[in-house]
Structures are given as structure tokens and as C-alpha cells.
């Protein structure tokens, strides 16, 4: 057994002190009370860790890499599209297994428990299989294994270049699938899977409706049972435009007519939503993957927090593009773009809940459900995923209860987190990971072999 006693905690039914978590050799917690004697690890801060619901990972190789303008005159989330497949094509699988660790280790030091990982990088390049056709996926399960985070691997089926079925393109090439081969490539990505720890999850991911066929979909939800299943929903204005054209609807309407949508669900952005969308959205149960810090890089839109959570929407947090790694400023993004929209402040508080509790715990409660894992909660039987900030740092001088959350999220940033735990795994201490000399020497070199990648 593991004890780690904390002076303030965030439990299930609130914030309370002196608090004494115990936590299993599976790290599943056996014990959260409050009002004990100082015993175990001590802490100052004791918060529960959420996952992270959407990362391509070896696209944080790419950050600060496209902040120039090119030629084209209406720079957009398309022409960013053609430089990362430019950029793909140099990726060998022992770089992507560098990068995803290197990932990996940034979302632990931010705070994440949990790498839900959508994984479309598949093959060679030109497209030629490996001759292991779940390579890739070997290579994102190694890297979990040395960072010691959570992982839900979401392979991903993605077969077409638009809605009219139309053949990938050169940089699509590596992705792609038709049906019978994603299957078989899930199915040994379940053998990864069952040969990691406990914890650890398989979904699957259609791409988006541009990439899959309507019938591929349906066999997609059969393949998947009641594991995750992710797909990108209605991020760009073009997209919304060509599924209209194909499919005589806007993608979430079509969704919600087409798709069973449920809690198993969870779609990526929803940035481009009508008002009727947006509720029909939230009330199906159905997830909303928000990457705040990635939409706004992408300028994809803003995401209508305020009617999704007046209809009781959830919502989950992913690093998406990780051009930056970070909970506490993809929270921070999320409600900013609400009160620059609105031009208000506190925009998603509520008379009970500050700004930060209310954003912190949909945060877990929607990620734990997307990721598929029991999680986002400090209580008997559910994960060891936890967050320890510093109670030592200035900016938390003097504050309690809900201002710890919002200080943590408006005012402070990631040196804030101290410690982290994922499945009672101790992979943080002292803000830094146990192998982060490791892994970043070996990303380093591996942007030294990328450098003109782009």
C-alpha cells in the first residue's frame, strides 16, 4: 500500500483538509480521508488527474515550425495541413516512439495522468505496410511504458481524401486503410494492449466524415463495443461545407440522425455549431473533445461553452497538435474565448462552482468517460491519477478551496505541479519526470535529424 497525506484536498464531494489517501500495488485508491495525522508522502495540494483526450503525438516535432506565412495569401488550417504531411514523410518508427515520449513526459509535468492517443500514423511512407501492420501502435505503447503514463490507444481508420470517396493524397497515403485492414490492425493493437498494465485501454477512431464511409462507421461501433470511440466533428467551415454538399446535412446533424450517439462518443472540436447542434449535441450524452490551445493555432473557431453547459454537455481537454502542453492554459483558453466572444467575464462559473472548479472537474469527469477509464475522482476504487501543487508557491500564499483552482488556472501555470501519480505510478516528483534527462536528450537528437524536415 501507498499513503500520500495531503494538507487540502479536492475529493468527490468537495475540497477538505488533513486528508489521508491509500492506493494499492494497482494503484487503485482503498481509502480517501479526511481529518488524519500526517503520514506517507506529504503534500500540500491534492487534485485529481485528468486525461488527455486528443494528442497526435508526433506532431509536437513540428511546433514553432509554421508561424511563417507562405505564399498563399489566405493562410489557413489547410495550407498548415500540406507542411505536416510534408513533414510525415520523414518520420521513421523509432522516431515516433522518441517523440511520443517526449510527449508523454510533457503531459505528465502538466498535470495529465492519461495519453489518449488518436493514431492515424500507420505505414511507410508512400503507404506500404510494415510487415508488423500495428508497428506504429507498438511503438506509442513502448513509449507509455517508459513514461509510465495511462494510455487509451485509439487506432485510426482513415480510407478517403473527401466525401465523395476520392483517392489519400501523397500526404495521406500513411494513414490509410479500407475497413478489413483497420480491423486487423486493431485487433493487434489489442494484443499491445493486453500486454500493458491494467489500466491501460483500446478504442478506435473513424477519422472524420470526410475520411470514412457512412457504412464503415456503423462496423466501426460494432469493432469498437463499449470502448471509446473518437472521431473529429465539424472543426473547420470547409468541412462543414463538403459534408452538407455530400450528405444533404451539417456533420453533427447528420451525426445525431446517423451515428447512435451516446457516452462511448467522444467528438473532437466542435467548433463550427449551430445553436440547435450544440444542444442536440449535448443531450445525447455524447463528449465534446475540446483542444482550446490548438483551435486557437488552427484558427478552427469557438467552441459555444456556455449553451453546452446549460444543456448539461460534457466535455473532455486534449493538447491535439501539442504545439504546447499545457492543462492549465488549455482550461484558461477555453474560457477566455468565451468571455472574448460574449464580452463578459466569468462566462461558465455558477453560483456554486468558481470559473476554475467547474472547468477542473468537467475536465476529469468528461475525460475519464472518453478515455474509458475509471478516473477523475479521489475515491475508493477509482485510479490513483493525481496532481500535487506546490501549496508553497507565491501565487497560492493564503488561498483555499475553489481560489486554489482558479489561482492554479488564471493566475499560475505548470511550474505549479509537483507531483504526479497515474495509477498510483509516481512518474512526477518535484515537477520533473524521473526520466526527463532521458527522454529529452533523445528528442533533441531527434530534431536534429528532422531540422530541414520542413
Same mark, same amino acid.
Given at each position: 500500500?501507498?499513503?500520500? @497525506?495531503?494538507?487540502?484536498?479536492?475529493?468527490?464531494?468537495? +475540497?477538505?483538509?488533513?486528508?489521508?489517501?491509500?492506493?494499492?500495488?494497482?494503484?487503485?485508491?482503498?481509502?480517501?480521508?479526511?481529518?488524519?495525522?500526517?503520514?506517507?508522502?506529504?503534500?500540500?495540494?491534492?487534485?485529481?488527474?485528468?486525461?488527455?483526450?486528443?494528442?497526435?503525438?508526433?506532431?509536437?516535432?513540428?511546433?514553432?515550425?509554421?508561424?511563417?506565412?507562405?505564399?498563399?495569401?489566405?493562410?489557413?488550417?489547410?495550407? @498548415?495541413?500540406?507542411?505536416?504531411?510534408?513533414?510525415?514523410?520523414?518520420?521513421?518508427?523509432?522516431?515516433?516512439?522518441?517523440?511520443?515520449?517526449?510527449?508523454?513526459?510533457?503531459?505528465?509535468?502538466?498535470?495529465?495522468?492519461?495519453?489518449?492517443?488518436?493514431?492515424?500514423?500507420?505505414?511507410?511512407?508512400?503507404?506500404?505496410?510494415?510487415?508488423?501492420?500495428?508497428?506504429?501502435?507498438?511503438? #506509442?505503447?513502448?513509449?507509455?511504458?517508459?513514461?509510465?503514463?495511462?494510455?487509451?490507444?485509439?487506432?485510426?481508420?482513415?480510407?478517403?481524401?473527401?466525401?465523395?470517396?476520392?483517392?489519400?493524397?501523397?500526404?495521406?497515403?500513411?494513414?490509410?486503410?479500407?475497413?478489413?485492414?483497420?480491423?486487423?490492425?486493431?485487433?493487434?493493437?489489442?494484443?499491445?494492449?493486453?500486454?500493458?498494465?491494467?489500466?491501460?485501454?483500446?478504442?478506435?477512431?473513424?477519422?472524420?466524415?470526410?475520411?470514412?464511409?457512412?457504412?464503415? #462507421?456503423?462496423?466501426?461501433?460494432?469493432?469498437?463495443?463499449?470502448?471509446?470511440?473518437?472521431?473529429?466533428?465539424?472543426?473547420?467551415?470547409?468541412?462543414?461545407?463538403?459534408?452538407?454538399?455530400?450528405?444533404?446535412?451539417?456533420?453533427?446533424? +447528420?451525426?445525431?440522425?446517423?451515428?447512435?450517439?451516446?457516452?462511448? +462518443?467522444?467528438?473532437?472540436?466542435?467548433?463550427?455549431?449551430?445553436?440547435?447542434?450544440?444542444?442536440?449535441?449535448?443531450?445525447?450524452?455524447?463528449?465534446?473533445?475540446?483542444?482550446?490551445?490548438?483551435?486557437?493555432?488552427?484558427?478552427?473557431?469557438?467552441?459555444?461553452?456556455?449553451? @453546452?453547459?446549460?444543456?448539461?454537455?460534457? #466535455?473532455?481537454?486534449?493538447?491535439?497538435?501539442?504545439?504546447?502542453?499545457?492543462?492549465?492554459?488549455?482550461?484558461?483558453?477555453?474560457?477566455?474565448?468565451?468571455?472574448?466572444?460574449?464580452?463578459?467575464?466569468?462566462?461558465?462559473?455558477?453560483?456554486?462552482?468558481?470559473?476554475?472548479?467547474?472547468?477542473?472537474?468537467?475536465?476529469?469527469?468528461?475525460?475519464?468517460?472518453?478515455?474509458?477509464?475509471?478516473?477523475?475522482?479521489?475515491?475508493?476504487?477509482?485510479?490513483?491519477?493525481?496532481?500535487?501543487?506546490?501549496?508553497?508557491?507565491?501565487?497560492?500564499?493564503?488561498?483555499?478551496?475553489?481560489?486554489?483552482?482558479?489561482?492554479?488556472?488564471?493566475?499560475?501555470?505548470?511550474?505549479?505541479? *509537483?507531483?504526479? +501519480?497515474?495509477?498510483?505510478?509516481?512518474?512526477?516528483?518535484?515537477?520533473?519526470?524521473? *526520466?526527463?534527462?532521458?527522454?529529452?536528450?533523445?528528442? *533533441?537528437?531527434?530534431?536534429?535529424?528532422?531540422?530541414?524536415?520542413?
Amino acid at each position: 500500500m501507498t499513503v500520500i @497525506w495531503a494538507k487540502t484536498a479536492l475529493l468527490a464531494d468537495g +475540497w477538505a483538509n488533513d486528508v489521508r489517501v491509500e492506493f494499492d500495488t494497482n494503484g487503485k485508491i482503498t481509502s480517501a480521508t479526511k481529518d488524519q495525522p500526517e503520514e506517507g508522502t506529504k503534500v500540500g495540494v491534492l487534485l485529481p488527474a485528468p486525461p488527455n483526450v486528443h494528442s497526435h503525438a508526433f506532431q509536437r516535432a513540428m511546433a514553432g515550425l509554421t508561424e511563417r506565412r507562405g505564399p498563399d495569401p489566405s493562410d489557413s488550417f489547410w495550407t @498548415w495541413r500540406q507542411l505536416m504531411f510534408r513533414f510525415l514523410d520523414r518520420l521513421t518508427p523509432d522516431h515516433v516512439e522518441g517523440i511520443a515520449a517526449f510527449v508523454q513526459m510533457e503531459m505528465l509535468e502538466a498535470g495529465y495522468a492519461t495519453n489518449v492517443e488518436f493514431h492515424y500514423l500507420h505505414h511507410q511512407a508512400g503507404g506500404t505496410p510494415y510487415a508488423n501492420l500495428a508497428e506504429m501502435s507498438e511503438r #506509442i505503447a513502448a513509449a507509455a511504458s517508459l513514461t509510465g503514463i495511462g494510455l487509451t490507444l485509439l487506432p485510426v481508420h482513415y480510407q478517403y481524401g473527401g466525401c465523395d470517396k476520392r483517392p489519400l493524397g501523397a500526404g495521406q497515403i500513411r494513414f490509410g486503410n479500407d475497413f478489413e485492414r483497420f480491423a486487423k490492425l486493431h485487433d493487434q493493437a489489442r494484443g499491445i494492449i493486453g500486454s500493458m498494465p491494467n489500466d491501460c485501454t483500446l478504442g478506435l477512431a473513424p477519422h472524420s466524415l470526410r475520411a470514412v464511409a457512412p457504412e464503415d #462507421i456503423k462496423q466501426a461501433l460494432e469493432l469498437a463495443g463499449n470502448h471509446p470511440i473518437h472521431m473529429h466533428l465539424a472543426e473547420q467551415i470547409p468541412e462543414v461545407e463538403e459534408v452538407k454538399s455530400h450528405y444533404g446535412a451539417r456533420p453533427v446533424e +447528420w451525426f445525431l440522425e446517423n451515428c447512435e450517439p451516446g457516452p462511448n +462518443w467522444c467528438l473532437i472540436h466542435c467548433t463550427q455549431m449551430e445553436p440547435h447542434e450544440t444542444a442536440g449535441l449535448a443531450q445525447s450524452g455524447a463528449v465534446a473533445g475540446l483542444c482550446p490551445i490548438t483551435e486557437s493555432s488552427l484558427g478552427d473557431g469557438t467552441f459555444d461553452g456556455v449553451r @453546452w453547459f446549460n444543456e448539461n454537455g460534457a #466535455i473532455a481537454i486534449g493538447s491535439d497538435s501539442n504545439i504546447r502542453i499545457s492543462l492549465s492554459e488549455e482550461l484558461r483558453t477555453l474560457d477566455y474565448s468565451q468571455r472574448l466572444r460574449d464580452n463578459t467575464r466569468a462566462a461558465l462559473a455558477t453560483p456554486n462552482l468558481s470559473t476554475g472548479r467547474r472547468l477542473f472537474e468537467a475536465a476529469n469527469h468528461g475525460g475519464a468517460i472518453a478515455a474509458g477509464r475509471k478516473c477523475g475522482v479521489i475515491a475508493k476504487d477509482y485510479l490513483a491519477d493525481l496532481i500535487a501543487l506546490d501549496y508553497d508557491c507565491v501565487d497560492l500564499a493564503a488561498k483555499s478551496g475553489d481560489t486554489i483552482l482558479d489561482t492554479y488556472i488564471f493566475a499560475g501555470d505548470d511550474r505549479m505541479v *509537483k507531483e504526479v +501519480w497515474s495509477a498510483g505510478r509516481h512518474v512526477v516528483t518535484n515537477g520533473a519526470h524521473m *526520466k526527463h534527462e532521458k527522454i529529452t536528450n533523445r528528442f *533533441k537528437e531527434i530534431m536534429r535529424q528532422l531540422g530541414d524536415a520542413i
